[in-house]
């Protein structure tokens, strides 16, 4: 269902920039690039979504390719707490009586961050 | 913490039983959704209630089923358990039904299957 491609792991340094790529080369034009992140034994947590422009938080920043087949979730300084199974998921907020509406998960990348 | 609450955090039971998860969502909420997460299946989307009426299903079996309440709260019945049915159920909401912003999840139940 996710139409997404993450790789499957990721390390990283403890305060070093992370970049975590997805290709979504069949992305629509209503679709929304939401990217959530999963620390072990917890629920899903919400991190950034955009629609076509970069965006940032507090969290990471969304920069998301012109056009839109791919995008990378940066976090900015890696720390211990930021190792998790990071999900890219794409989001069709018209379709919301399918499934395409709702958050479907594939098996995102696992972070690990090293001291 | 999401403002999400789901009970009970743990439940053992034996196959062919019949239990029920209950979740409150955040204040506000209209949205709720249900998740169950596996070893082997990882993140599954179940359903999706908005304001009482069911919006969406996923892959959620017919020995489950779920409804939202007018007070918002949502219950997930599982009935006629099997082992397979072990697993991490989670409880998630949002303030709108079409989903345009964030959805907050909450810590899950764990349902173990002996």
């Known amino acids: 269902d996710a139409k997404t491609t993450q790789p499957n792991s990721m390390e990283s340094n403890e305060e070093e920039p992370v970049h975590l790529p997805c290709n979504h080369s069949?992305?629509?034009?209503?679709?929304?690039i939401h990217w959530y992140r999963q620390l072990p034994s917890q629920g899903p947590e919400y991190v950034i979504h955009?629609?076509?422009s970069n965006v940032n938080n507090r969290m990471a920043s969304l920069a998301i390719a012109e056009d839109r087949k791919s995008s990378t979730l940066i976090l900015h300084r890696a720390t211990l707490r930021d190792a998790a199974v990071y999900y890219c998921?794409?989001?069709?907020?018209?379709?919301?009586?399918?499934?395409?509406?709702?958050?479907?998960f594939g098996k995102g990348t696992k972070l690990s961050v090293k001291p | 913490d999401s403002g999400v609450t789901q009970t009970p955090k743990h439940l053992i039971t034996a196959t062919g039983q019949r239990v029920t998860l209950r979740c409150s969502p955040r204040?506000?909420?209209?949205?709720v959704y249900w998740y169950q997460q596996s070893l082997d299946q990882g993140l599954q989307f179940l359903i999706h209630?908005?304001?009482?009426?069911?919006?969406a299903k996923g892959n959620i079996l017919e020995r489950f089923s779920a409804q939202q309440f007018p007070d918002l709260h949502s219950e997930l019945n599982l009935s006629s358990l099997e082992l397979g049915d072990s697993a991490l159920y989670f409880c998630?909401?949002?303030?709108?039904?079409?989903?345009?912003?964030?959805?907050?999840f909450g810590e899950g139940s764990w349902l173990t299957v002996v």
């Open positions: 998630a909401s949002s303030a709108d039904g079409a989903v345009r912003g964030s959805i907050y």
């Open positions: 069949t992305i629509s034009g209503t679709d929304y």
């Open positions: 955009g629609l076509t």
């Open positions: 998921i794409l989001r069709d907020p018209l379709n919301y009586g399918g499934s395409q509406g709702n958050l479907i």
């Open positions: 204040s506000g909420d209209l949205s």
């Open positions: 209630y908005y304001n009482g009426e069911e919006r």
